[in-house]
C-alpha cells in the first residue's frame, strides 16, 4: 500500500496557507501532519572571483527573533518565485536585495527547505560577478519593508564562519559549502 492523503484542513491561508492533513501511511496508520505552503524559492550566493568576496544580506528573520531572540541573520539573496522561471527569479532577487545584475548562474540543486513542515522547493545557485554588474544599491523591494543591509564578505571569512558553525541559515551554509567544493582556487592563498 502507497501512503496517501485523505483530507486537508487549511487553518490559515494568508501570505501562506497552514493545513492539517489526514494521511494514510503505508502500513495502513492514519497519523495527521502540518503542512505550510508558500511556493518554491529560490537563492544565489553572488562573488566576485577576481576579489574573492561575496555578497550578502542582513535582515530581520522573525522566526529566529522568536525562537532565539536573533536580531538580524546572514543570508544568501533568496525570495519566492513569483512567475516564470526559477533562473529568472534569482536574477530579479539578486538586483533587488543587493543590486547586482547577474549574467552567469551555476545551479547547485533544488531541495526541499524543510521537508517535514514545507511544500517549498528551493532552487539554488552560485553566480559569480563584477564590480561593474552593481546596478543598484539593493536593500529589497519597495514596499515590502525587507529593511536588508547589503554585506560584502571575503570568501575566507565566510568558509571560516562555516567551519567554525557560525552560519545558521541552511540555503546560505549549503551555497558557501557548494561554492568551495566546486571553485576550491577561491580559497587558496
Partial sequence: MKAEILTIRFVHEGWCRFGIAK?????????ERAIEDHGDAVGVLPYDPERRVATLVRELRVPPLFAAGEQVQLEAPAGLIDDGAPEENVRREA?????????TLEFVGATYSCASLTT???????AP???ADRAADGGGAEGEHENIRVVEMALADLAGM????????????????ALRVRHPELFRA
Fill in 23 to 31: 494521511v494514510r501511511l503505508a502500513d495502513g496508520a492514519v497519523v
Fill in 95 to 103: 538586483l533587488e536585495e543587493v543590486g547586482l545584475r547577474l549574467d
Fill in 120 to 126: 517549498e522547493k528551493l532552487h539554488l545557485y552560485l
Fill in 129 to 131: 560577478y563584477r564590480r
Fill in 162 to 177: 562555516a567551519e567554525r558553525a557560525e552560519i545558521a541559515d541552511l540555503k546560505t551554509l549549503t551555497l558557501v559549502l
